[in-house]
């Protein structure tokens, strides 16, 4: 017998627009339901490491690399690596709003509603009637979200206005907000930052193990390592996360985040199911890098 634990399980979509999620809680085995666990899972998470793919250099590319990472018909996650000082809004889908999180170093985007400054772990959303650049002083890496639909700011979110008011952007920047965050259940300061009816986009800001398991239901769940290291145990085996890593966790996989570092999260719940996209999936075998 290992140690025991509780388990919340989310039967629907975890976001706050729309039914709300009926949640169950379940005490579990560490060592028999999960480490050992037998269950034959109807779908497997999915380990990538696109920044390193990104790094790699292939013939045709530019300063500026960005590829689509997960997709479905409303919902495409992307990872941009940027060498340069500058580059240019080329790749949302027409017609879709835009979600930059900064992931590393600094990058300014510049709109004709004016610069917006952006540092690690900060968000700004950009509505489809706004075009943009953006700069920067040094190589970095954004994680940039493309939605069908608008979103705005989580219900949970301590702050319910932009950093700069009155602009058709919206600019979080959530490590201003830490000291209004209380400590969770499960550890860490873990709270939402923007949503929609099919996305919830939430980040965790952590130096421990998360206390409980988490398995839910009705969703797709991506974690994407925004800084430092930190490794998801599941039933379905342990994942090791460095920095610019995405783990996909299916429906009905349990799972808590371990490690003692200091670490920066993104959670994206997708109330449809995504994919690999194929951009990916062919400069991963160009780069040489096998999925997981």
């Known amino acids: 017998m290992g140690n025991k634990f509780k388990e919340i399980n989310t039967l629907s979509f975890i976001g706050n627009i729309g039914p709300k999620t009926e949640r169950i809680w379940k005490e579990i085995d560490e060592e028999s339901d999960i480490i050992h666990c037998t269950e034959k899972p109807p779908r ?24 689509p990472i997960w997709l479905n018909d409303d919902v495409r996650i992307d990872l941009m690596y940027c060498r340069s000082a500058s580059s240019k809004n080329g790749h949302r889908p027409a017609g879709f709003y835009e979600t930059q999180i900064q992931v590393q170093n600094k990058r300014v985007t510049q709109t004709f509603e004016g610069d917006f400054e952006l540092d690690e772990g900060d968000v700004l959303v950009v509505p489809p009637s706004v075009s943009h650049e953006n700069s920067g002083d040094e190589p970095t890496t954004r994680l940039i979200v493309y939605t069908r639909h608008p979103v705005e700011i989580a219900q949970s979110y301590p702050v319910k ?34 949503e929609n009816a099919d996305l919830m986009i939430e980040t965790t800001y952590r130096s421990d193990a998360q206390k409980i398991y988490h398995r839910g239901f009705g969703q797709d769940e991506v974690a994407f390592q925004l800084s430092g290291a930190r490794a998801t145990r599941t039933n379905q085996g342990e994942f090791m996360l460095e920095t610019g890593d995405f783990l996909l966790i299916p429906p009905g996989a349990s799972h808590r985040n371990i490690g003692d570092m200091a670490t920066i999260r993104i959670i994206l719940y997708s109330k449809n199911p995504l994919r690999l996209a194929d951009e990916y999936i062919d400069r991963a075998r160009k780069a040489g890098h096998a999925l997981s």
């Open 161 to 194: 206005e932009s950093v700069i008011p009155n602009r058709q952007c919206t600019l979080l920047k959530p490590k201003t907000v830490l000291d209004q965050v209380e400590e969770g259940g499960s550890g860490g300061k873990h709270f939402e930052l923007v």
């Open 44 to 67: 497997a998470c999915i380990h990538v490491s696109p920044l390193k793919i990104l790094q790699t250099d292939l013939p045709g590319d530019s300063d500026v690399s960005q590829i």
